[in-house]
């Protein structure tokens, strides 16, 4: 279905016909983590109705920036520091404005608003928060106000709506919540998936736990790793990601004993391979926004256990009706469902499902109609 019948289906405003009307996107870079990987999925749904998607970062850097370059258009900032983003977003946007601005992420959806304001910049202005933000009052103050300036404010679960809007000081709704798109995964191809057949050493199926995630302390892998050392010495546990935490992640195997149960791949552009070679996925996380591995994990029928961590795995797994949660930090509950789901599977087709559920397609649509929707009042949809 495309972008535009989703609109339809869903009883929201369509937009007029706007082919060639140009969405900027606004992100500090394309290093591989969700929010990034969202934004390269958006703009390949935004191509698809027939808009003009553009990166504007304020570095050209990432493991993903070669699947954008040369396929959408790029404005690098040139900042290093977010205090200087605000005046070169300024000049941008008064000298080659987009007709409508998707910001991703904290701290650019508060400089965002405030640069629209100084530019006299007249598109819309959508900004998506991923994940909490620290409980200050002087980032609460920045959100009240943000959120008043004539912008439309999202979160990509219900719950970090929910949560956004009260700190932000406004009504439940203010802040509309709208789920990750999850592209589709790669087809096989059989050297993708010899290699990763290879990566697992000679592990047996019915022993291969997978984790896909960045490596930093948010999503507590040595919490993971507690878990992994309860379980048999015949199963492996493959973390496919890089990040600033991996020293740690390493220390912490040695510590437990696990080196040579452990296998790291570090980042991969293609982790379908990964999900498709495994038997079970597991997500440690103390935080998460939304949490788009797990619908990645559904998506190839994988049996999953999640931590029942704010704010994103229990609406994903709808409380537990699509994989098993377990409490944050439990390195023995995390254990233990681990191996009943390895136990006991489960029909992959609900799963599946489940993950067709967040697709781009439907993203896309909400977002389109968010973007361009004449408002009803400044700063609300």
């Known amino acids: 279905m495309t ?69 959408f258009a790029i404005t690098v900032l040139a900042v ?13 946007l008064r000298r080659d404005p987009p007709d409508a601005l998707l910001v991703q992420m904290w701290p650019l959806s508060m400089i965002a608003p405030v640069a629209a304001l100084l530019a006299g910049y007249r598109g819309r202005v959508v900004v998506a928060e991923h994940g909490s933000i620290p409980h200050r009052r002087r980032f609460d103050a920045a959100l009240a106000l943000g959120y008043r300036l004539r ?24 802040v509309h919540a709208v789920a990750n798109p999850i592209s589709r995964l790669s087809p096989p191809t059989a050297s993708a998936e010899a290699r990763a057949e ?12 997978l984790s896909v995630a960045r490596l930093t302390e948010a999503k507590d892998l040595p919490m993971l790793l507690r878990a992994f050392a309860r379980m048999p010495d015949r199963f492996r546990l493959m973390i496919v990601g890089s990040g600033e935490a991996e020293p740690h992640v390493r220390a912490e195997a040695e510590r437990l004993g696990l080196s040579d149960r452990l296998i790291l791949t570090g980042f991969q552009p293609d982790p379908a391979p990964f999900y498709r070679s495994a038997d079970v996925f597991a997500l440690s996380s103390c935080a998460e926004g939304f949490g788009n591995v797990l619908v990645e994990a559904l998506s190839c029928g994988l049996p999953v256990v999640a931590t029942d961590c704010p704010f994103g795995p ?28 390895l136990a006991e599977p489960g029909d992959p087709a609900p799963r599946k499902a489940r993950a067709a559920y967040y697709s781009v397609e439907a993203a896309t649509a909400r977002y389109l109609a968010l973007l361009f929707a004449p408002a009803k009042r400044a700063g609300q949809v």
């Not at 082919?19 to 290093?31: H, K, M, N, V």
């Not at 929910?162 to 700190?167: D, P, T, V, W």
């Not at 709808?318 to 191996?339: E, I, K, S």
């Open 314 to 341: 229990a609406e994903i797994l709808a409380g537990g009706r699509y994989g098993r949660l377990v409490p944050v930090g439990d390195d023995a509950a995390m254990a233990q469902a681990l191996m009943a789901a």
């Open 3 to 71: 972008a535009q019948a989703c609109i339809a289906d869903s009883g929201l405003p369509v937009p007029a016909a706007v082919t060639g009307r140009r969405i900027g996107i606004l992100l500090p870079d394309l290093r591989a983590g969700g929010a990034e990987r969202v934004s390269i999925s958006l703009a390949k749904g935004f191509a698809a109705a027939g808009y003009r998607p553009e990166f504007i970062m304020l570095a050209a850097q990432g493991e993903f920036l070669p699947e954008v370059e040369g396929r």
């Open 80 to 92: 290093r520091r977010y205090r200087q983003a605000l005046f070169a977003l300024v000049r941008h």
């Open 151 to 174: 912008v439309t404010a999202v979160a990509v679960s219900g719950g970090l709506a929910a949560e956004f809007a009260r700190r932000a000081r406004l009504p439940v709704g203010r």
């Open 198 to 209: 290879a990566a697992w050493r000679g592990t047996p199926r019915g022993a291969r736990i």
